[in-house]
């Protein structure tokens, strides 16, 4: 609250009249100035509300908006871009594979098929065992070749083709080095706050916490209208959760 005393020098006029201190900022003021005091405070309140509502929208456009930032968006591009990568991979190792198995069975089926027209001739005529080791060797020889086909693998390379990608954040390293309780320094020229070390705001000169003495003050020179001002004011505090000083109960 402010309080009247003897006639001092004015903060603002540097006349000697009638002041009244602001517990707030320890300043004396003429009745005059002590009420544009409380205008500008009020101007810097409803400041601080207009930014709390923006603040507040713009945390609910980003919670609706979660699935649509860039960094999903590259994170899809990302997994777009891999899936074609594999599928491309996956299509070059198929014709290779093809081929390598087509041209073998293709070689062996025409050593087959020769061996198969000797075989149909030397039965129209005479053969003896020379005859016949030559032909089983022959044989053997293109099954084993036949055979080799089943030799072919898949080489896993052991060098990454895809780029693995992952999501850091220096929010943790923020956390460690600055606390997360809301603080407030006052100095001569300015007050600065932090709330949950997220948005640091810088504020001229206002005094903490005075709107509720300078209300009460006030009251005792103005109409009861202004009673409801200050409720409006204190209603606007509380629907953000803020409680004032000097009100029915114990201010935080």
């Known amino acids: 609250m402010a309080t009247a005393n003897n006639k001092t020098q004015c903060f603002v006029c540097n006349t ?8 707030g900022c320890s300043n004396e003021f003429c009745f005059p100035h002590l009420t544009e005091h409380r205008q500008i405070v009020d101007k810097q309140l409803d400041e601080i509300i207009n930014d709390h509502g ?3 929208q713009t945390i609910i456009q980003q919670k609706q908006n979660s699935q649509n930032s860039s960094l999903i968006e590259q994170i899809n591009q990302w997994e777009t871009n891999s899936i074609h990568q594999i599928q491309q991979t996956a299509e070059e190792c198929r014709k290779t594979l093809i081929k390598l198995t087509q041209t073998l069975v ?4 025409k050593k087959f098929i020769k061996l198969s027209q000797k075989l149909k001739e030397i039965r129209e005529d005479e053969f003896n065992e020379i005859d016949l080791n030559n032909f089983q060797l022959k044989l053997t020889q293109i099954t084993e070749e036949f055979l080799q086909s089943s030799n072919i693998s898949i080489k896993d390379d052991s060098q990454e083709f895809i780029k693995r990608i992952s999501v850091i954040s220096s929010f943790d390293s923020y956390q460690s080095n600055h606390p997360t309780t ?4 006052i100095s001569k020229n300015s007050i600065t706050t932090s709330y949950k070390n997220y948005f640091p705001i810088s504020i001229p000169a206002i005094p903490w916490n005075p709107i509720t ?4 003050m006030l009251n005792q020179f103005q109409p009861p209208i202004k009673q ?3 409720q409006i004011k204190e209603n606007q505090f509380q629907q953000f959760g803020i409680t004032v000083a000097g009100g029915n109960g114990q201010g935080n």
């Open 54 to 56: 923006q603040l507040q």
């Open 213 to 216: 003495p300078l209300y009460k």
């Open 106 to 109: 293709d070689d062996v089926e």
């Open 16 to 23: 000697e009249k009638n002041t009244y201190n602001c517990k």
């Open 228 to 230: 409801k001002e200050i």
């Open 182 to 185: 809301s603080t407030a320094t």
